[in-house]
């Protein structure tokens, strides 16, 4: 069965520093993998997900993410964090062939102080 | 422009009453998603519909319902055999096969009095 997990619950940063947030991941086949953003009372936004193709992934607001397939992992990371980067973020995957299902992670709660 | 709307943002339930969430979207989407979120427990699948008048149930359907009658349009009926609804509950709509990304709704937070 497909699943993903976020072993960090919260991860904190200081604005300016560069930030990476854990996402691993177990699936049969070739995985489908996204990165969602939410903020406090609002639904999730679409950041990159990765299908195929290079292993870095560029998505909206500057973040990006690395697959590795031997360590089954695709962690969301950004150059230099800003405050208002501070928010929930998901990592999901794809559930099966030739549908748009997702499984969600658990989240992780990015903490970016001044 | 395009998107999801959820109505209302806030909603209280008595106890013993159903209570239907709104679901709009207006991005020509075939797949429509119900999702309940908990704090700690990420995202949890209600129901899917892949087309109009077709839906199946996902991880935590028991004392929820919907219908598929028109593509626009998604409602999910809290019912009184659901026994804890207090909940941030979120619609999502995507093309529907190939693995595209799901678009979100603002949500809805459900309590009871």
């Known amino acids: 069965a497909q699943s993903v997990a976020q072993p960090e619950d919260q991860v904190n940063v200081a604005e300016g520093n560069p930030l990476t947030v854990k996402c691993t991941y177990s699936?049969?086949?070739?995985?489908?993998l996204f990165w969602y953003v939410q903020y406090p009372n609002r639904g999730l936004q679409f950041l990159l997900k990765y299908i195929t193709g290079d292993n870095l992934v560029k998505g909206s607001y500057g973040f990006e993410a690395e697959f590795n397939k031997s360590q089954t992992s695709f962690h969301l990371k950004k150059p230099s964090a800003l405050v208002s980067d501070s928010a929930l973020y998901f990592c999901a995957v794809r559930r099966s062939y030739n549908t748009d299902k997702l499984i969600f992670g658990t989240g992780t709660r990015l903490q970016v102080f001044p | 422009d395009g998107g999801i709307t959820q109505s209302p943002k806030y909603l209280f339930r008595k106890e013993g009453q159903n209570v239907t969430l709104s679901c709009e979207q207006n991005?020509?989407?075939?797949?429509m998603y119900w999702y309940r979120q908990d704090p700690g427990q990420g995202l949890r699948l209600i129901y899917y519909s892949q087309i109009v008048n077709d839906f199946q149930k996902g991880d935590i359907a028991e004392g929820y319902s919907v219908s598929r009658e028109k593509k626009e349009s998604f409602p999910l009926t809290v019912t009184s055999a659901q026994k804890n609804p207090t909940a941030f509950y979120l619609c999502a709509s995507s093309i529907g096969v190939g693995g595209q990304p799901q678009h979100f709704g603002d949500g809805t937070r459900l309590s009871i009095l």
């Open positions: 991005l020509n989407h075939d797949a």
């Open positions: 699936v049969s086949g070739n995985p489908y």
